[in-house]
């Protein structure tokens, strides 16, 4: 399960970048190709951030579709596996979205005084 350590990372680059605010929410985008299951995902980012300031934000996850580009009629081509036929017979995709994975937003508590 790849998925605990890329939310490791995840928690260790939120961490980073809230500087010691509470974090409230985190947006990631993870795209339907990036062989990463978002559920699992999920699940560990409740472990990893026990303990920290993170421990209570709230994880939403964006999944991003599929989308090719076939290099034969240049016409774009869904998908949902890294592999494909465009309608033209063509197998010859370049794949342009979908296998992204992107901290989208860091939503900080902030406290006025």
């Given at each position: 399960m790849?998925?605990?350590g890329?939310t490791?990372?995840?928690v260790?680059?939120?961490?980073?970048?809230?500087?010691g605010a509470?974090v409230?929410?985190?947006?990631?985008e993870?795209?339907?190709?990036?062989?990463?299951?978002?559920?699992?995902?999920?699940?560990?980012?409740?472990i990893?951030a026990?303990?920290?300031?993170l421990?209570?934000a709230?994880l939403?996850?964006?999944e991003?579709?599929?989308l090719a580009?076939?290099r034969?009629c240049?016409e774009?081509v869904p998908?949902?596996?890294?592999f494909?036929?465009c309608?033209c017979?063509s197998?010859?995709?370049?794949?342009?979205q979908?296998?992204?994975l992107n901290?989208k937003q860091?939503?900080l508590?902030?406290v006025?005084?």
């Open positions: 790849h998925e605990l890329i490791q990372n995840i260790a680059i939120a961490l980073e970048h809230s500087q509470k409230r929410r985190i947006t990631l993870i795209g339907k190709l990036a062989a990463i299951l978002p559920d699992a995902i999920q699940f560990c980012f409740d990893c026990q303990g920290t300031d421990a209570d709230q939403e996850i964006l991003i579709p599929g580009r076939c034969h240049g774009d998908l949902d596996q890294p494909g036929v309608r017979g197998c010859d995709l370049e794949v342009i979908g296998q992204e901290i860091l939503e508590e902030t006025c005084v």
